[in-house]
């Protein structure tokens, strides 16, 4: 059974920082790339960052970059999103999601994700 499982969410203050892990199992890891999103109140669920499984090539929504870094420990299953400079916006419930690797093809897209975790809230304080 294919499981991801997002935790590490919080209360944080503006310009705190977090970092949310997604632990995976019931797959070929290694074969997977996994995607970060988020959805806050009211909006749809938006690409934050996604990871490559065969050359760790990393993608960032414009609203992260260079605040949000995401890696990944194939040894350990995990996906990790580290979380500086947080900001009020940056506020939702985070999920992992995982695919197939196949480039950056659509990877903001929710829509080609067929595996996903139960979300961790992020709140972030002003």
């Known amino acids: 059974e294919v499981q991801l499982q997002a935790f590490g969410g919080g209360l944080v203050q503006a310009g705190g920082t977090l970092k949310l892990s997604c632990a995976a199992s019931?797959?070929?890891?290694?074969?997977?790339?996994i995607g970060w999103f988020r959805q806050a109140p009211g909006k749809e669920r938006e690409g934050v960052s996604l990871i490559r499984n065969s050359n760790g090539r990393t993608y960032y929504a414009d609203s992260v970059k260079g605040r949000f870094t995401i890696s990944r420990d194939n040894a350990k299953n995990t996906v990790y999103l580290q979380m500086n400079s947080l900001k009020p916006e940056d506020a939702a419930v985070y999920f992992c999601?995982?695919?197939?690797?196949?480039?950056?093809?659509?990877?903001?897209?929710?829509?080609?994700?067929?595996?996903w975790g139960q979300g961790t809230l992020v709140t972030v304080s002003s």
């Open positions: 019931g797959f070929r890891f290694d074969l997977y790339a």
């Open positions: 999601a995982a695919r197939l690797d196949q480039g950056g093809r659509m990877w903001s897209s929710e829509f080609h994700y067929p595996y």
